[in-house]
Each structure stands twice: as C-alpha cells, then as structure tokens.
C-alpha cells in the first residue's frame, strides 16, 4: 500500500505545475486585455486583394500609437493604441456621404467623407480608391483639427489602392 500512496502523490506533485501553468494561459486570456473586437468587412475577391496588399503597408505606429490588431485577426483589419485607432478595409460606401452632416476633406491626396458619430468618436472613409477604407478614431483620440493618423495611412493606401470607384 505505501507504493500507491507515493504513486498518488507523484501524480499529484507533477499536475500541480501544468495546474499552474493553465490558470496562468487562462488569466492571460481574459477579456480586460486591450485587444479591440470589431467586425471583419466581406467584400469581393477583387477588392480584398487590394486590402491585403494594404494590409502589408500598414505602419506599426500611427499618430504615435503601437499597432494592437483587433480580433478576430484579419488582413482586413488594423488598429493602434487603446482605446483604438480601428481600420477596415473593403466596407462599403459609408450612408454618412449622403448625409447633411458628414464633411469631405482631403489628406495628402487621398479623399475622406468624415462624420462625428454621437458618442464622439470620428468615422472617416475614403473616396475615389477601388476599395473603401473606414477608420475610426475614438472619442479619447480625436484631436480639434488633428488628421495625425490620416497622414499616416496616406501613404501605404496611395501604394496599395488606387484611384477610382469601387463597386
């Protein structure tokens, strides 16, 4: 019987770190981290090969703020800082353009339809590409006349998108 009882205790005593190891995996995964959640746009073939070549543009800090890609992971979808700066590529052309309310403004050569959301955040798309980029700055981000993160994605969208009318 004191055989079984060390075999037992053995068990016990090698569970214990793998025990350890999972709670630790475990709280590492809780829902208090800061990645963002957003939704993953669906557009046709055409388009989401233009949002991954985007998606390989991309910079690893916009306006100042490190990349923290939201979830799910997706080559449709970027994000910096937290709260997050959020990008998707290949939505559709935004209902704000039609409103009374939304403003275009131009960054660097590449057009915006701009529109204050009520909670305080902006919501810019673009214009003229042959894919739409929407992208989201959170209300704690938004700065009176500050296109910080516009003049950054300039740039890799003027690479990876041209001009156009998307379909």
């Avoid at 190891?21 to 939704?39: E, F, N, Q, R, Y």
């Avoid at 709260?83 to 209902?95: N, Q, T």
Wanted: glycine share 10%.
């Amino acid at each position: 019987m004191p055989v079984n009882s060390f075999r037992h205790r053995r068990r016990l005593l090698v569970g214990l770190p793998a025990l350890s190891v999972l709670i630790a995996a475990a709280a590492g995964c809780s829902s208090t981290d800061d990645t963002p959640a957003v939704s993953v746009p669906s557009p046709d073939a055409k388009v989401t090969g233009l949002c991954r070549d985007l998606h390989g543009l991309l910079p690893q800090k916009i306006d100042g703020l490190e990349r923290n890609d939201p979830e799910p992971r997706s080559e449709l979808t970027a994000a910096w800082g937290s709260p997050a700066i959020i990008l998707r590529c290949g939505v559709p052309w935004p209902d704000a353009a039609a409103k009374k309310g939304s403003m275009p403004a131009t960054v660097d050569e590449v057009e915006w339809v701009v529109e204050e959301l009520k909670d305080g955040s902006q919501q810019m798309t673009t214009g003229s590409r042959l894919a739409y980029v929407e992208v989201t700055i959170p209300k704690g981000q938004v700065r009176q006349g500050g296109a910080g993160p516009l003049v950054d994605l300039a740039g890799p969208i003027k690479k990876a998108i041209p001009k156009g009318i998307a379909d």
